[in-house]
Structure formats: structure tokens, C-alpha cells
């Protein structure tokens, strides 16, 4: 079982509709949790990251935390094109690093 | 100005060669990274420097070889290049180096060994 662990998808969603990233982790210790984005070609870049049980919302992005279940989402409602990308999961035990998962491919409709 | 830099961005090279990456960042970040992207995208550590001092070495072949002059610089130095190091390079940084802030990555060199 991977550490952290993602559907690679493709995942396509209309434009307008909300998109649903979901991680799910395996150390239950685990502290933090971080949403990246990374367009094709381009170095990761943050998009939210949520400590607590519960939601966290920054605009079109709801961070979602589970530990009980151990599963952390990624809603982006109205989705835009411009949101296609790959969206990384990412994981702190409090150990110095963050465990990545291997990214869903999110892609847009028009 | 670009906070994370690293140079070069594309690498060409020969089996057997050694070639180095470097990577400077602005932001007065304590903790940097080396990261290796392969082909399906998984990000993997490789180390971490907190103020110039290592801090994780995962498995990585001794081929490589991280330094860090100051907290400002790491580069990444590798004898000997195997096809198999063919993969994107990530240098990244972060304010706080125990995983749990947001981390600033360059914009990759991205390494083809011929």
C-alpha cells in the first residue's frame, strides 16, 4: 500500500461543475496535508492546505479533512478550463518531509 | 524576482558523464530540497538541507551528491549519469523545515541522459 495514494485519473469535469480530488493516507500520525497544482512542464505550486478535521474554504477551493477516515479532498466548484492540471496530494508526518502522492490529472471541458 | 531558481532547465547529456544542478532561493528559507520527478509524475525526496546541515538522505545512489555552501544554495552534483536519472529535477524550499509549510520549487531541470 502506498503511503499516499491518489486516482490518477484522467479526470474530466464540464466547465461550471464542481470538480472532486480525493487522497487517502496511511499514517495515521500524519499532521498536515497540502493540495498542489502543477501545469504540464511547470514545477508544483500550492493551492491550500489544511491542518484540521473539517473544511477550509479559499475562493473556488474547499480543502477537506477526514483523519478518522483518513482521506483528504479537493473540491474546485465552477471549474475553468485554465484548472486542468495535475493536482498532488501531499502528506506531513512531522518528520521533516512531505510523502506525495502521484497526482490526479484533472481535465476541463469547455 | 524569481524565488527559487535553478539552472539549467534542460540537460543533455552522456551516460557516464558528471553534470551538476544548482539552485539559489530569495526568500531566506531555512530548509531546502532536492526532489526527482519521473515520468509518471511522482515526486520523490532525495535530501534536505536545514541551515547547511542534512537532514534527510533518502535512498539515493552515492552517485549523488548534494552541497550546500549556505543556506541560500544547494546543488546537486552526479558522477557517473545512468539512463535511469533521465527524469525532472525539483529544487525546493520552505520557511519551516519539519514538512509542514508550504514549499516554493523551481522551475525544474529537466535531465535526458543519451
Known amino acids: 500500500q502506498k503511503e499516499v495514494e491518489q486516482n490518477s485519473g484522467p479526470l474530466s469535469v464540464p466547465e461550471g461543475a464542481i470538480a472532486s480530488l480525493n487522497c487517502t493516507y496511511s499514517?495515521?500520525?500524519?499532521?498536515?496535508f497540502f493540495w498542489y497544482r502543477q501545469y504540464s512542464g511547470k514545477s508544483p505550486e500550492l493551492i491550500m492546505f489544511?491542518?484540521s478535521n473539517g473544511d477550509k474554504e479559499d475562493g473556488r477551493f474547499t480543502a477537506q479533512l477526514n483523519k478518522a477516515s483518513q482521506y483528504v479532498s479537493l473540491l474546485i466548484r465552477d471549474s475553468q478550463p485554465s484548472d486542468s492540471a495535475t493536482y498532488l496530494c501531499?502528506?506531513?508526518?512531522?518528520?521533516?518531509?512531505?510523502?506525495w502522492g502521484a497526482g490526479t490529472k484533472l481535465i476541463i471541458k469547455p | 524576482d524569481t524565488a527559487v531558481s535553478q539552472t539549467p532547465k534542460y540537460l543533455v547529456t552522456q551516460m557516464g558523464n558528471d553534470k551538476s544542478i544548482k539552485c539559489e532561493q530569495n526568500?531566506?528559507?531555512?530548509?531546502m530540497y532536492w526532489y526527482k520527478q519521473d515520468s509518471k509524475k511522482f515526486l520523490k525526496i532525495m535530501f534536505s538541507?536545514?541551515?547547511?546541515?542534512?537532514?534527510i538522505n533518502e535512498t539515493v545512489p552515492n552517485r549523488f551528491s548534494p552541497k550546500s555552501p549556505d543556506k541560500a544554495h544547494l546543488n546537486l552534483h552526479i558522477n557517473s549519469l545512468e539512463l535511469g536519472d533521465s527524469a525532472v529535477y525539483f529544487c525546493?524550499?520552505?520557511?519551516?523545515?519539519?514538512?509542514?509549510?508550504?514549499?516554493?520549487f523551481g522551475q525544474g531541470t529537466r535531465l535526458t541522459v543519451v
Open positions: 538541507y536545514n541551515n547547511k546541515e542534512l537532514i
Open positions: 489544511i491542518y
Open positions: 499514517d495515521r500520525g500524519s499532521q498536515s
Open positions: 525546493a524550499s520552505s520557511r519551516s523545515g519539519w514538512g509542514d509549510t508550504e514549499a516554493f
Open positions: 501531499a502528506v506531513n508526518r512531522g518528520n521533516y518531509q512531505l510523502i
Open positions: 526568500l531566506g528559507h531555512d530548509t
